[in-house]
Nanobody, 121 residues
Framework: QVQLVESGGGLVQAGGSLRLSCAAS????????MGWFRQAPGKDREFVAA????????LYADSVKGRFTISRDNAKNSVYLQMNSLIPEDTAVYYC??????????????WGQGIQVTVSS
């Protein structure tokens, strides 16, 4: 009932910026909490950021606070992750996700396919 497709990944130098986009489809997609997760090689998937259906509430992992910004445009059924001041530790596959739960609950029901972000020194 909810399909997610990420785009905007790639290779960037440390200190640079990148914006990830997630196109959501589904009749009630705009009512979902949307989030971004990432998974580095050999590590578990970790929470990055989330935004409520209204955009009024956001949540960030400590590792990205002040550097990443999550936003959404419900008219376009899209969610974005603006990543600034990137560091090599940000290298991972990034996943867009959707949930009917609060932004405070990092359990998600629907997932995109994932896109690679690589930050070089």
């Amino acid at each position: 009932q909810v399909q997610l497709v990420e785009s905007g990944g790639g290779l960037v130098q440390a200190g640079g910026s990148l914006r990830l986009s997630c196109a959501a489809s589904g009749r009630t997609a705009s009512t979902y909490t949307m989030g971004w997760f990432r998974q580095a090689p050999g590590k578990d998937r970790e929470f990055v950021a989330a935004i409520s259906w209204s955009g009024g509430s956001t949540l960030y992992a400590d590792s990205v606070k002040g550097r990443f910004t999550i936003s959404r445009d419900n008219a376009k059924n899209s969610v974005y992750l603006q990543m600034n001041s990137l560091i090599p530790e940000d290298t991972a596959v990034y996943y867009c996700a959707a949930s009917r739960r609060s932004v405070l609950i990092t359990t998600y029901d629907y997932w995109g396919q994932g896109i690679q972000v690589t930050v070089s020194s």
